[in-house]
């Protein structure tokens, strides 16, 4: 039996699958942290070259590239937003979602590929100045200008709905706060490797907040559906809910349209029709059929 699939099976409905996407995160952080902070003992036995994937601030780790994945897989969700968006509320409200999906994947490739540092080079070039040590400065002024558009348009759509307001709100004081403590405005009397893992997991547990708070936003969109929600909870506690097809939907649509005595249009008229007409039986008494019937029948 075909069934069409509809984004909203895309999106999780359950809370325990945020709760289990959290605690993979953290975890996935907290081991990569931890290796990297174990770099200087193992390079002993094994090479430092060979322990380079554990680098986490190397464009080429282990922790890059789950934050690219991260960075992808949010923009995905984004388009699943906006085509919700669409679905349920005035349609220009799915636009800011189209483009932050692709400020996103943008983001998941510049975590590899470095275009910041690229781009670092050239203001620091034309401007004559660096600003602040190395210049990093510059492309930290230009991201968040651009994006944080993007983000403050996204910040509105979210205050309907408290709990991706204030993921998404921890989301982006975190990436301020860990470039802000990776350039040194912001000061931390700590070693060198501990601030460095101080500034790579805020940075990390920003994208993970960031790609909940898109999800719950989705699933929250999701539940406005009210058939949606009811087939959803009719699951969970193994419970049938009643879901009218389209033609049943049309005759419904036809007899209520015609006690207020109003124009049908005439799709709808033939969607009725056709529903109350027997697919394989073309007359009920076989005496009447013509000699084609069976024919066209089949």
């Known amino acids: 039996m075909n069934q069409r699939t509809d984004v909203t099976d ?26 990297y902070r174990q770099l200087p003992v193992w390079a002993e036995t094994f090479g430092e070259a060979n322990l380079a994937p554990l680098d986490v601030m190397s464009s080429g780790s282990v922790m890059a590239w789950c934050l690219s994945s991260l960075f ?11 085509r919700l968006g669409k679905k349920y509320d005035d349609p220009a409200k799915g636009d800011v979602w189209f483009w932050a999906a692709f400020a996103l994947a943008f983001l998941s490739l510049d975590t590899q590929v470095q ?65 802000l403590v990776k350039i040194g405005i912001i000061q931390v009397s700590w070693e060198p490797a501990d601030i460095v893992v101080l500034y790579t997991a805020l940075e990390a547990f920003a994208v993970l907040f960031l790609f909940l708070s898109f999800l719950l936003f989705g699933r929250r969109q999701v539940f406005r559906d009210p058939q949606v929600a009811l087939q959803w909870f009719a699951k969970v506690w193994k419970q ?59």
Do not use: C
């Open 10 to 35: 895309l999106i999780p409905k359950s809370l325990g699958n945020y709760w289990l996407i959290f605690f993979s995160g953290a975890a996935v952080v907290a081991v990569l942290e931890y290796a």
């Open 72 to 82: 992808l897989l949010a923009a995905g969700v984004s388009l699943l937003n906006s």
């Open 115 to 179: 275009f910041r540092e690229t781009l670092r080079a050239v203001l620091v070039y034309a401007a004559g100045t660096p600003l602040h040590l190395d210049g990093a400065a510059w492309w930290l002024a230009v991201y968040s200008f651009v994006f944080g558009l993007i983000a403050i348009r996204l910040l509105l759509d979210m205050w309907a709905y408290l709990p991706s307001f204030l993921l998404f709100s921890s989301s982006i004081l975190g990436a301020g706060a860990s470039q």
């Open 240 to 298: 049938e809910i009643p879901v009218k097809k389209p033609a049943e939907v049309a005759v419904v649509q036809v007899t209520a349209a015609a006690q207020k005595a109003e124009p049908l249009p005439e799709s709808l008229i033939e969607t009725a029709v056709l529903s109350v007409k027997s697919p394989s039986l073309p007359n009920a008494r076989p005496e009447l059929r013509k000699s084609g019937d069976d024919v066209a029948a089949a």
